[in-house]
C-alpha cells in the first residue's frame, strides 16, 4: 500500500488576501514552498504548532481545524523522519497568486519503518496582497486516484495512538477504549508467533484499529476486493510509488473485531502477525499457503479439542476434496471454506511429514520467481513426494477425522 501523508481536509484554490500585483518568478516560487515546507517539518520536529500553523491560509476555518488535528497526530506518532521534498518542475503557478506544488512527504516510524515512507501529494498554495506565501489546500482526490495514493489513518481524523514498545496502535475516539486488550493480544500474539515461526522477523508491529472503515477499504489489492468480508488484513507498506522496496508490515482489524474481546480475536490477530512476520517470503506463494500456514500458527497456543473449523470446510470435506483452493477466488463466496481447507492442509503436512516440512515446502515455493498454481505440483512432488489433489484429500480426510 501507497500511503498518503498530506493534511485532513481539502479545499479549492482559495487565500485569505487578494494576489499581488506582479506575479513572482518561478524560480523564487519554489524556493517560497521549499523555505514553507522547510518551516512546517521543523514545527512538528520541535513540537511547535503556532510555527506549523503560521503559513496556513486562516479563512477556511475547517481548514485550519484539520491543520491543527494534523500537527496532532503527528506529534502522536514516534517519528524518526518527517520531511517535504519538492521536485525540480514540481511547481505551477497561475493567475491571482495561485500556485500548486507536486510534494514528496517521507515519513519514518521510529523502531517500526526500516526506511522512510515517500509518498505523493498535491499541495495548493496562494499569495496574499502582501505577497507571502500561504498553504491552502493539501489533498487533491482526483490526484491521489490517478497516482494510487491512500490515505493513511492520521490524514482522516483524529487519532489516539498507544505504544508498548513492541506495538504500536493506531486508534480513534470510538476504539480507543478497547486499546488495553487489543495491545495485550498483539504483545502475547508477537510471543506466540516468535516461537512457532522458524524466520528471523523484528518482533514489532503497528496496528491500526479504527471504526471506520476508509483505511480498509482502500487497500491496493484488497483480498476479495470487500472490506465486509475481512475480520483482518496484513498488507505492506512500500517505500514509495513504484518501489519494490518494503518499509514495514502492518495489520488492520476489521471494525467489527475491535470490541470482540474473546479467543477468536486474539487467533486472528496472530493470524495477521504470522504474515507480519513471514513478510514478502509468502508474497509469491500459493494462496491456500500462505494463508493455511498463517491459521496453523494462529491456533498452535489452543488447546486441540478447543479448535474450531467452519462448518463450510467440513461440508466440503464431506462432498470431497480433489484439489487446493484457488487465489482467484480464495477470498470469495467459499472464503471460510478455503480457510479450513487450507489450514489442515498444512496440518496434514505437519502430521504426515514432519512440522520442519511445512516451513520447508514454504522455503520450496518461494524461490526464485516463486511458485504460482500451475507449477506447485512439481514442487509439492520434489519436496514432499505427493501432489495437491493427494494433499487435498488428506486435508479433507483429516478434517472429518477431527471434525466429523
Known amino acids: 500500500m501507497v500511503v498518503l501523508l498530506a493534511g485532513l481536509t481539502g479545499c479549492s484554490l482559495g487565500g485569505d488576501d487578494h494576489p499581488p500585483g506582479q506575479a513572482a518568478q518561478a524560480s523564487d516560487v519554489v524556493t517560497e514552498v521549499r523555505a514553507l515546507l522547510t518551516r512546517r517539518a521543523a514545527a512538528v520536529h520541535d513540537g511547535n504548532r503556532t510555527a506549523f500553523l503560521a503559513d496556513v491560509a486562516r479563512r477556511d476555518t475547517a481548514f485550519v481545524r484539520g491543520q491543527e488535528q494534523y500537527f496532532q497526530n503527528l506529534r502522536e506518532l514516534p517519528l524518526q523522519r518527517f520531511s517535504f521534498a519538492v521536485p525540480d518542475?514540481?511547481?505551477?503557478?497561475?493567475?491571482k497568486g495561485e500556485v500548486l506544488a507536486r510534494v514528496?512527504?517521507?515519513?519514518q516510524l521510529d523502531g517500526f519503518d526500516k526506511v522512510p515512507v515517500e509518498t505523493e501529494a498535491r499541495y495548493g498554495f496562494r499569495h496574499t496582497k502582501q505577497g507571502r506565501l500561504r498553504l491552502v489546500s493539501v489533498r487533491d482526490l482526483e490526484f491521489e486516484r490517478e497516482n494510487d495514493v491512500d490515505p493513511a489513518p492520521w490524514d482522516l481524523g483524529s487519532i489516539q495512538v498507544e505504544s508498548t514498545g513492541d506495538v504500536l496502535g493506531i486508534f480513534d475516539a470510538r476504539s480507543?477504549?478497547?486499546?488495553?486488550?487489543?495491545?495485550?493480544?498483539?504483545?502475547?500474539?508477537i510471543e506466540d508467533v516468535t516461537r512457532e515461526v522458524p524466520l528471523k522477523w523484528s518482533g514489532r508491529v503497528v496496528v491500526y484499529a479504527l471504526t471506520d472503515l476508509t483505511v480498509l477499504s482502500n487497500l491496493d489489492h484488497l483480498p476479495g476486493g470487500d472490506p465486509d468480508h475481512l475480520d483482518g488484513v496484513a498488507f505492506a507498506v512500500r517505500a514509495g510509488p513504484g518501489s519494490h522496496e518494503v518499509a514495514s508490515t502492518r495489520f488492520l482489524?476489521?471494525?467489527?473485531?475491535?470490541y470482540r474481546n474473546d479467543a477468536t480475536r486474539d487467533r486472528l490477530i496472530r493470524h495477521e502477525l504470522t504474515h507480519v512476520a513471514i513478510g514478502s517470503r509468502d508474497d509469491a506463494v500459493p494462496t491456500w499457503l500462505s494463508e493455511g500456514v498463517a491459521e496453523y500458527v494462529s491456533v498452535q497456543p489452543i488447546p486441540a479439542y478447543e479448535r474450531m473449523i467452519s462448518r463450510d470446510a467440513v461440508e466440503a470435506a464431506r462432498q470431497g476434496l480433489h484439489g487446493l483452493p484457488g487465489g482467484s477466488t480464495f477470498n470469495g463466496d467459499d472464503s471460510a471454506a478455503n480457510y479450513g481447507i487450507s489450514w489442515y492442509a498444512c496440518e496434514y503436512v505437519a502430521s504426515t511429514f514432519g512440522e520442519k516440512a511445512l516451513w520447508r515446502l514454504l522455503d520450496a515455493m518461494r524461490r526464485g520467481d516463486g511458485t504460482d498454481e500451475e507449477h506447485q505440483d512439481a514442487v509439492l512432488t520434489a519436496t514432499l513426494g505427493i501432489d495437491s489433489a493427494q494433499l487435498a484429500r488428506g486435508a479433507g480426510q483429516k478434517i472429518l477425522a477431527t471434525f466429523g
Not at 518542475?89 to 493567475?95: A, L, Q
Not at 514528496?104 to 515519513?107: A, E, G, P, T
Open 89 to 95: 518542475g514540481g511547481v505551477e503557478t497561475g493567475g
Open 104 to 107: 514528496f512527504v517521507s515519513v
Open 176 to 189: 480507543i477504549n478497547a486499546a488495553y486488550q487489543i495491545m495485550d493480544s498483539v504483545e502475547d500474539g
Open 253 to 258: 482489524l476489521h471494525p467489527r473485531m475491535i
